[in-house]
């Protein structure tokens, strides 16, 4: 008696062309990642739906978050302010009536104006009021240090002999004297190999959020800015630790927006923002620009997230 013969099993023998197995791999991966994409998102806003039930409003949340990335008093900075304005207004680089002008309308800032013009053996200090100010004057500090980042480093190399092309050079624009003839030109503190070794080992692993260069490469107002507190911190002894720990605290008055939105993944993997290690935090994977819009996209649907970002001007 015959067998009648079975279609699908006819299928099964034929052999199955190569193109078809990869495609049918790609489509299986594809699908494997997102899910896993919409897994984690779905985690993530869980997440928040509860955070938000510690708050009164959406509004409330975001001032929890801010209030621990910005602390309403502001924060005390390791170094202190010396006869560092002083030697700024010496130097040409920063002219006492521009500055006076610029600040004209920010109290805080304008009360900073007096440690231009006379040495104190206060602590820097940051905060919403005089964010403006401390930017611009560490700008100022980096821009006009004689130091061979700026001479030897990626702005020389990038700049191809030219570094007065870059926004932290070109967009300076408060000074008695041009920016080329200030750049690197005063060494208004004195570093030992070793420092000098430690301010570059710094700098090499702190990005910032506008952009994708560590401060090796201050190319920008906060580049320049970090690479010149990290100059003073370490002439003062300041250890590498609450080095990194003040340049965090300055990139978050900074860029409130993106730390802020970087504290709230952060809590997400259940890490309270006290406890994220500086050093981290500071990294490319979470301050450079990439990094910080890889975070933003996370944690997008975060209500009442209306915090200002930061940027690049005087």
């Not at 975070?295 to 001007?313: D, E, H, T, Y």
């Amino acid at each position: 008696m015959l067998k009648r013969s079975i279609p699908w099993k006819k299928a099964c023998a034929k052999a199955i062309p190569l193109w078809m197995v990869i495609l049918l791999m790609a489509y299986s991966v594809m699908a494997s990642s997102l899910i896993e994409y919409y897994i984690l998102k779905r985690n993530f806003n869980d997440h928040i739906i509860k955070l938000a039930k510690t708050a009164k409003n959406p509004d409330e949340l975001v001032q929890i978050l801010k209030q621990q990335v910005l602390p309403q008093k502001g924060y005390v900075l390791g170094v202190t302010l010396s006869d560092i304005g002083s030697k700024l207004l010496e130097s040409g680089v920063i002219d006492k009536q521009k500055y006076e002008q610029l600040f004209v309308n920010e109290k805080m800032s304008k009360d900073m104006m007096k440690y231009l013009t006379a040495s104190s053996k206060d602590h820097m200090m940051i905060n919403e009021g005089n964010a403006h100010f401390m930017v611009n004057t560490l700008w100022a500090f980096g821009l006009v240090n004689k130091n061979k980042i700026l001479e030897e480093g990626s702005m020389a190399t990038y700049g191809k002999g030219n570094p007065m092309t870059y926004a932290s050079t070109g967009g300076w624009t408060l000074g008695q004297r041009s920016t080329r003839e200030v750049y690197s030109s005063k060494e208004l503190i004195k570093l030992s190999t070793k420092q000098q070794e430690l301010v570059e080992k710094i700098a090499q692993n702190v990005f910032r959020p506008c952009c994708n260069n560590s401060t090796e490469f201050p190319d920008c107002n906060h580049g320049m800015a970090a690479l010149g507190y990290i100059e003073i911190a370490v002439s003062q002894g300041i250890s590498e630790k609450q080095i990194y720990k003040d340049i965090l605290m300055l990139n978050s008055f900074w860029f409130p927006k993106q730390y802020v939105e970087l504290a709230a993944y952060m809590n997400k993997q259940k890490i309270e923002w006290k406890h994220v290690d500086p050093k981290r935090a500071l990294s490319a994977e979470y301050s450079s620009a990439a990094g910080s819009q890889k975070i933003s996209l996370a944690v997008q649907n975060l209500p009442g997230f209306n915090i200002r970002g930061g940027g690049c001007s005087t």
